[in-house]
Each structure stands twice: as C-alpha cells, then as structure tokens.
C-alpha cells in the first residue's frame, strides 16, 4: 500500500475518532499531576540551551490618542507570545486525536514580558504583560508549543515636538524584555512590532508606521510608533481665519479717514487675534524648546494690527492737521513720489485712450482725398464737464463777467496748494501696499515649508 493511500486512511480515521469531553478532562489532568513538572524552571530538558520567545506585538492607529498637553499617549496593544515546553507534550492517539488544549491557570511555566515605559523624569517604569492575572488563557498543542494572547492599554511618556504644528509628525518608542534571572531566554527572529488594520478610525491621526529593533543579543525589543496629525481642523478653524484678518487688516488704508470708522475697523480686527492666540495655546503644550510656528504667526499678526493702528492713529491726525501749518520736507517727497507712481499709470492709460480715439477721429473721403468727414459730437447739453468747469462756468453766470477760455479755467483749477489732506491719502496709499507685501512674505514663510513637506 502506498503512502498516499496511508494518507487518505489516516484522514477518514481522524473524523471517525474525534476526541471526546473525557479525553480532554483525562489529557489535562495527565499534564498538571506531571511530578516532574515545576512552572518556576525554564521548561528545556538541557538547561544550557536558550529558549526562543516569539512575541508579535499588534497596534491599530484607532488605538493611539496623543494628549499634548501632557506630553503623553495612550495606546491599546494586542500582544501574542509563542514558545515550546519541551516537558508538555503527548500523543495524539492516545487521547483520540486531540492535537491542541485550552488551558487555565497559574500551573504552566509563562515568561513575563516586561514593557518599559519612560517617565517624565527620564526614568522606566516595567509593566508586566499579563500583570497578577492567574486566570490567563493559553492554548496547548502536542508537540509542547504554548500560544498566548492578551490585550494591554499603556499610557507612555511621549516627548511632542509641535514646531510644525498642525503639520507635525509624532513618534515614540519602548522597549519590550522578559523578567527572568536566566540567561537562557531569547527573542526569536520572528518577533516583531506591526501595525494592523485601517487607521481611518482615528479622527486626529493618521499614517501609522511601526518598526521594531531587536537589541542585547535579542534580549529585548524596542518598537517605534509614528503618526501624522490630521490638519484639516486646524487648517479651517485656525489658520484660513488668520489669514483672512491679515489681508483684511491691510484694507483699512483704503477707507476714507472722513469715513471715521478706520480705527474702530483696525482695533476689532486686532481683538479677533486675542481669540485665536488663546484656542492655540489650548491645544499646544507649554514647551519653551520647541513652540509651534502657528504660534509665532499669530504673534506676528497682532504685532503687524498693533503697528497699523499706531500708523492708522498718526494718519488721522495728520489728516485734520490745519492746512495752514508748514508740511515738512519728507511729507513732500512722499506725496510727489505717489504722483510719480500714479501719474505714469495714469499717463499709461492715457495713452491708450488716445491711441484708441485718433484711429476713428478723422476718416478720409474716398471720393475727395483733401476733405474729411469729422467726427459727429453730441450737443452740448449731453456733454460731461468736469467740477471746475461747472464751477468756473456757474462763477461767471453769478458775475457776468466775460467768461475764459477752457484751457485757462482748467490751468485755474489744477493749481492746488499741498494740503494736509494730500499728505495723508500718499501715506495711507504708501502704506496699502507695504503692509500688503509684508502680509504676503510673511504667509509664503509659513506655508512654503508645509506645502514643500
């Protein structure tokens, strides 16, 4: 007969002897009235040898909550240890093919796995893995082999770096040894730290990445966990908001200082900031090595509103300064450079204009080359006027004086002295726009480094 054939026999024989409850109740009273059996003795028949441990350590990113303010994490682990009791071993045939045995108990030789856990103080604390717990289930197999499972929550000293926050990336570490006196036990090379399963449940972090180092001659094992924070919240609550009240802030040198709403406009934008530097420093911890970036932005903002209220403050008052008082030589050259500036956009488009307007001025008549058609102007009565002509023009009716023509009434009304109210629009103009770079470099250097990451 062949051993395929022995094969087949031996398969439908298992079914037809499948183990009973009193094969069970005989098999497990057989190992634990073993005299020879002792749970204090590492369970090797040569004693010199090692006996390999294979501990697989489990973490789901659901199970992971960073509480910055304490500078600590909480973590549930799934922990499976495997070893061989080389004095646990039957024969399956004799206890009808009962391969494996669930036991219960404190009468079965166990290592104790020992986590340290760092402290504030830079010290460990050792917590054993299944604690006082005598009750610890553990499955049994006929070659000797011990499986045991058990769920652990943990709450580890983390050192968090938010430098970057909310665009920061956390991690922390432990070790994992075995509280014996012998020397003799070992991690296998099997032994790992993994993540398992989908971190979509935790709604705070994400991308969970877990390595593991086996260390001392495989006597211990330290696991790194790693996780990335979710910016979104933070992003629509926090930042979008401040970002807005800094470009709002620059539109204060565009309201008009007869208006009076430019300081009152100024002094709440500046009170907004107060409320978000109080919702970062909630959610950050009071680390002086390492302050957030989003910190520091915010500081920045408020000191850029405090600067444009005391720059809002002196405009007013120079705005209702009597015109009768002497403007200094530098309020001159501010306002002859904003004329500079303003006066070539202008020329720009006036150019454009005339450009524009002499192409359909005249149209030559194809029939007599010397002749043109000219061009078709309202009546008078639709023409607009500027307000020195209408105001030259209703002067003279009130006189009755001879009236002047349109070049000397408009040469009249552009001779204007400089007045104060000319000094403060070129500085609310100058200002406009240097508040405005200053907003746009200060959100490149935050963000750039976030959106480059």
Known sequence: MSFAHLSVIWWFSSFANSATLQDAENLHQMLKNRSEYDRFIVPLLNQSQNLEISLSLSLSGSDVEFIEIENKVKILVDITTQWKDETLNWDPFEYGFLYQLPIV?????????????????????DQIVEGDNKELEMILRSDGSVHRH???????????????????????SFLLSIAALS?????SNTSACQSVGQDSGNP???????????????AAIKCVVSMERKPLF??????????????????????PADAGEKLSYSVALLLSYSVFISFVSDNIPEDSDNVSDLFFYVIFQFFIGSLIIFCTTLQLRLYHRN??????????????????LTCRCRACTKSKIESSSMDGEQVTDPGNPTTSVQEKHAPSKYRKTSRAMRRSKTRGDLTGGARLPVSVKTSHAGDGRLTWQNVSSAIDFVLFWVFLVVQVVLNLWFFYPAYRE
């Not at 652990?152 to 000293?157: E, M, Q």
């Not at 020397?183 to 991690?187: A, D, G, M, T, V």
């Open 150 to 172: 058990t769920s652990l929550g943990l709450s580890l000293f983390c050192s968090i770096d938010t430098t970057n926050f909310p665009f920061d990336k956390q991690s922390f």
């Open 183 to 187: 020397s003799n036990l070992k991690f």
């Open 204 to 218: 705070k972090w994400t991308n969970l990445q877990v390595r593991h180092e086996i260390l001392y001659s495989r």
């Open 105 to 125: 108990g404190d009468w079965v030789w166990r290592p104790q796995t020992l986590i340290q856990i760092p402290q504030n103080d830079r010290s460990k604390m």
């Open 323 to 340: 015109d009768e008082e002497d403007i200094p030589i530098l309020y001159k050259y501010i306002v002859k450079f904003v004329k500079v």
């Open 234 to 255: 933070f992003v629509i609550n926090i930042i979008l908001p401040v970002v807005l009240l800094g470009f709002l802030e620059v539109l204060v040198f565009l309201i």
